[in-house]
Nanobody
Framework: QVQLVESGGGLVQPGGSLRLSCAAS????????MAWYRQAPGKLRDLVAR???????NYADSVKGRFTISRDNGKNTVYLQMNSLRPEDTAVYYC???????????WGQGTQVSVSS
């Protein structure tokens, strides 16, 4: 089982920035893909951004141009840089890893991001 630990959440004003980190217990180059999801109160958990082992990225339409997913293979860490934050970005953000040829998945514990003035 791959362990994932998120960090970097917090309270930020609209228009501000945050960077989330997700540290994996294994080499991330062995994982098929890593992603960030978010879940707001009363809503489903939605994909925010995904980064495949081959380097392909995809983003939810609502965050394109504002959020960037990246990785540091040496640190086994994936990041989510979030700029121009909006109140509607408020949610618990979860890290997700897909591995074993896509047959297994792990979730982190989540980190709260709140955007408010």
């Amino acid at each position: 089982q791959v362990q994932l630990v998120e960090s970097g959440g917090g309270l930020v004003q609209p228009g501000g920035s945050l960077r989330l980190s997700c540290a994996a217990s294994v080499s991330i180059v062995s994982l098929n893909a890593m992603a960030w999801y978010r879940q707001a109160p009363g809503k489903l958990r939605d994909l925010v951004a995904r980064l495949t082992r081959g380097g392909t990225t995809n983003y939810a339409d609502s965050v394109k141009g504002r959020f960037t997913i990246s990785r540091d293979n040496g640190k086994n860490t994936v990041y989510l840089q979030m700029n121009s934050l909006r109140p509607e970005d408020t949610a618990v953000y979860y890290c997700h890893a897909l591995y074993n040829v896509g047959t297994r998945a792990s979730w982190g514990q989540g980190t709260q991001v709140s955007v408010s003035s």
